[in-house]
Nanobody
Framework: QVQLVESGGGLVQPGGSLKLSCAAS????????MNWYRQAPGKQRELVAT???????NYADSVKGRFTISRDNPKNTVYLQMNMLKPGDTAVYYC?????????WGKGTLITVSS
């Protein structure tokens, strides 16, 4: 059974940092392109960052230079380092991958950026 479990969310002040983790089971992430999405209240879910199986990365313009996606294949875990956080980053963050036309999601972790 495939499972993605996000962790690391919480309340942080503007300008602060957080590191999210996504622990995978039932799959070997080394063969997958892995994504982080986020969904803010009242908004559509948006793609934040991608890391390919080859280690290439891509970011939404809104987070470029502030967020870094990485992977630890032996630990079967994907990370999202978030720096210089802004109130606009407040959202539920989800880990994701696609396989055979299906999307797999974790339950998400809430990030609240507020003073």
């Amino acid at each position: 059974q495939v499972q993605l479990v996000e962790s690391g969310g919480g309340l942080v002040q503007p300008g602060g940092s957080l590191k999210l983790s996504c622990a995978a089971s039932g799959i070997m992430i080394r063969f997958k392109d892995m994504n982080w999405y986020r969904q803010a209240p009242g908004k559509q879910r948006e793609l934040v960052a991608t890391i390919t199986s080859g280690g290439f990365t891509n970011y939404a313009d809104s987070v470029k230079g502030r967020f870094t996606i990485s992977r630890d294949n032996p630990k079967n875990t994907v990370y999202l380092q978030m720096n210089m956080l802004k109130p606009g980053d407040t959202a539920v963050y989800y880990c994701n991958f696609r396989q055979a036309g299906m999307n797999y999601w974790g339950k998400g972790t809430l990030i609240t950026v507020s003073s």
